[in-house]
Structure formats: C-alpha cells, structure tokens
C-alpha cells in the first residue's frame, strides 16, 4: 500500500501538469497575433483568387463586353470647351456622355447622352469632335460601313447631332472608309481627311462652314485658298493653313498636332 500511494499520488500530478500545459498553450495560441508571414501568405493566395477572378471577367467580356471608358475635350477659348466621355463595348459599340463647360473646365454641365431615349448622338466607335463656335460642332465616328462617312454636326452647341451629307466617290463607294475629326482655318474653310484605302488617298474641302464637302481623290499634294497639304508615304499629312503647321498621322488615332 505504502507504494502504491506514491505512485498514485506521482501520476495524479503529472495529469495536471499535462492537462494545465496545454490548456495555457491554447490560450496562448487564441490570443497570439497573426505574424507577418501569414498575412503575406493569405494576401497573396487572396491576390491569386482575385487575378483568377479577373482572367475569367476579361474572357467573359469577350463575349459581354468590358466597359473601356476613355475622355476628350476640346476648347474653343479660355472658357468655353467640351467633354466627351466614351464607354466602349466592343463590336464598334461605344456610349457617349457629352459635357459643356463655360468655366475653363471648373465644372462641367452634361448636354447629351447616348443612353437616353432621345438622344442623337451618333454610334460607332468616335475619333473626335471639334467646335468652330458655341453652336457649330462636329463628331466624327467610325464603323463597318462601306461608302459611308461618319460625320455629325450640330449647331446648338452638342445638345442635338444630325449625320452630315458626304459624298464619296465611286472608285471607293464600296470601302470602309475610317474618317477623322475635321481641322478648320476659319468658320468657312476647312479640310476633313480620311485614311488612305490601299493606293488612294481622300480628302475634304469646305468653303461654307461644313454645310458642303468636295471631295479631292489620290491627290497626295494640292492646296485651295488657305489651306495646303501633302501626304507622306507612310501616311502622314501635314496641313497648313493661316500660316501655321499641323500634322495627322492616319495610322494614328486621330489627333491633331501642331509643329
């Protein structure tokens, strides 16, 4: 008996020492910050489940269409100027928020949508849009169309577009024409160029403000009243007009630069 007491009394401790040993190594694991290392490891499996997400968006889009959304202003003073806001779908579908601003840019009031009802704001996809006074404006836009050229005006200052009357020529009536926003030397005069097709070039004259356009066909040099051109062989034009030097590369997107 005398043994066995001792042994029964050794093993009694040793339980509690056990039973106490882990019930503070618990605790201690339950009140223990995360370390830095776990983070880093569940932020980047976080990382690798959202890029896998995002893959699978972009490929889906392919077929439902990721919004692309781009701007681009253009001001005709100090003051007064316009936004467009492009939303892009894919298949030459592109959204339009039109804006005016008479604050240099300070706040902008939005004057057209193309996801209202009423809207005639063109489709396709824009290439520009260019305003000669606080009313007269004009959009160009482009799509698979054949003989057509995307040109839109309006003369209420961007509230209202109307499809502008161009006539093509017929070497190039069944062409998809690409067309870029016009440049103007006066309220009359301006030149509206379009991208080269094959061994052809096209281009437009205006003398009354844009309400006629005379097309001038595989002319790469010439010149009427102000204004003068010449296109290089890798496609770009460099236009003068009231003595100044302006330059559109047509494999380009559209913009105009001054040289």
Not at 54 to 69: F, L, Y
Not at 93 to 112: C, F, S
Not at 152 to 169: F, K, L, M, N, R
Request: proline letters at 3%.
């Amino acid at each position: 008996m005398r043994r066995t007491l001792p042994f029964i009394v050794l093993c009694t401790l040793t339980a509690a020492l056990l039973s106490g040993c882990s019930l503070n190594h618990k605790e201690a694991a339950e009140q223990a910050p995360v370390s830095k290392s776990t983070i880093t490891a569940s932020s980047s499996k976080i990382e690798q489940q959202e890029n896998a997400g995002s893959a699978s968006s972009e490929s889906d889009s392919q077929e439902t269409g990721v919004v692309k959304v781009r701007e681009e202003s253009y001001f005709l003073n100090d003051q007064v100027g316009w936004k467009a806001s492009y939303s892009a779908y894919g298949m030459f579908r592109e959204d339009t928020v039109l804006y005016r601003t008479t604050d240099g840019g300070q706040t902008w009031t939005e004057i057209a949508s193309s996801n209202k009802e009423d809207s005639t704001l063109p489709g396709g996809m824009k290439s520009g849009i260019v305003f000669t006074s606080e009313s007269d404006g004009w959009m160009t836009t482009n799509a698979p169309w054949d003989g057509r050229v995307g040109l839109y005006t309006t003369h209420d200052g961007g509230s209202t577009w109307q499809e502008e009357a161009v006539t093509v020529p017929e070497t190039l009536q069944s062409t998809q024409l690409y067309v870029y926003p016009p440049k103007f030397a006066s309220a009359d005069e301006g030149i509206l160029i379009i991208r080269p097709v094959a061994a052809s070039s096209l281009l437009y004259i205006t003398d009354d403000g844009g309400a006629h356009w005379t097309p001038i066909i595989d002319e790469q040099q010439g010149s009427h009243n102000e204004i003068s051109w010449a296109l290089s062989d890798d496609g770009l034009y460099t236009i003068v007009m009231n003595h100044e030097k302006w330059i559109l590369h047509t494999s380009g997107d559209g913009t105009w630069g001054q040289i």
